[in-house]
């Protein structure tokens, strides 16, 4: 079974500041990672993925990650943070084989302050 | 860019009653999920579908939950007599990916809200 660990369930941080969210996770097999944006009234949304290849992904909107397997991490950054985006940021994942489900971590509460 | 489309986004009902929560998935995907997300909490898993038979299903989802893919568009979440702590909201998710591949993100709708009184 997996699991993911979100340490952090509120990360205030002022506009334009940097931030990191943490996720960890734990797997006896190899995994796929994802990060899920969910904007207030809104669905989950996919921000970015490691399948395979560099560690270090980026999404459209300014938001990278780095998977490091030897710290089972995949933290996501952004280094300059705006009002729109403040939203709950989920860490996911799934193993690479077979059809299993995703497993969600408890979500991280970003909150831009102005 | 196609859409999960989730009917409604808010439904209200009385404890004991039955509700069906509808999903439209992305019209190519072949495998659907439905994920609860109870108010401050964790996104958590309740059933995959695939090839018109349910694939996994967690300890949530008891006898009085089922799942059915009516026709070549629909896919339902039936909740037969629906308790207080069935108050959430319900995310229906689809997926694309060919057998033996799991690399696919899911697609999520943007939820059914669900109050039970």
């Known amino acids: 079974a997996q699991s993911v660990t979100q340490l952090d369930s509120q990360v205030p941080v002022f506009e334009e500041a940097p931030v990191e969210l943490r996720c960890n996770y734990s797997?006896?097999?190899?995994?796929?990672l994802f990060w899920y944006v969910q904007y207030p009234n809104q669905g989950l949304q996919l921000l970015l993925k490691?399948?395979?290849?560099?560690?270090l992904v980026e999404s459209i909107n300014g938001f990278e990650a780095e998977f490091n397997k030897s710290q089972t991490s995949f933290h996501l950054r952004k280094p300059s943070v705006h009002i729109s985006d403040t939203a709950e940021y989920f860490c996911a994942v799934v193993p690479s084989g077979g059809y299993q489900k995703v497993t969600f971590g408890i979500g991280t509460k970003l909150q831009v302050i102005p | 860019e196609p859409e999960v489309t989730q009917t409604p986004s808010h439904q209200v009902t009385q404890m004991g009653q039955e509700v069906i929560l509808r999903c439209v998935p992305i019209?190519?995907?072949?495998?659907f999920y439905w994920y609860r997300q109870i108010l401050g909490q964790k996104v958590e898993f309740l059933v995959s579908f695939y090839n018109n038979e349910i694939s996994e299903k967690s300890e949530i989802f008891d006898d009085q939950f089922s799942v059915e893919r009516p026709d070549g568009s629909n896919f339902t979440l039936k909740i037969r007599s629906t308790k207080l702590e069935d108050s959430a909201m319900y995310f229906c998710?689809?997926?694309?990916?060919?057998?033996?591949?799991?690399?696919?993100?899911?697609?999520f709708g943007n939820g059914t809200r669900l109050t039970v009184t």
């Open positions: 998710a689809s997926r694309a990916t060919s057998p033996g591949r799991n690399n696919s993100p899911l697609h």
């Open positions: 490691y399948l395979s290849g560099s560690t």
């Open positions: 019209s190519n995907h072949l495998y």
């Open positions: 797997s006896s097999v190899s995994v796929y």
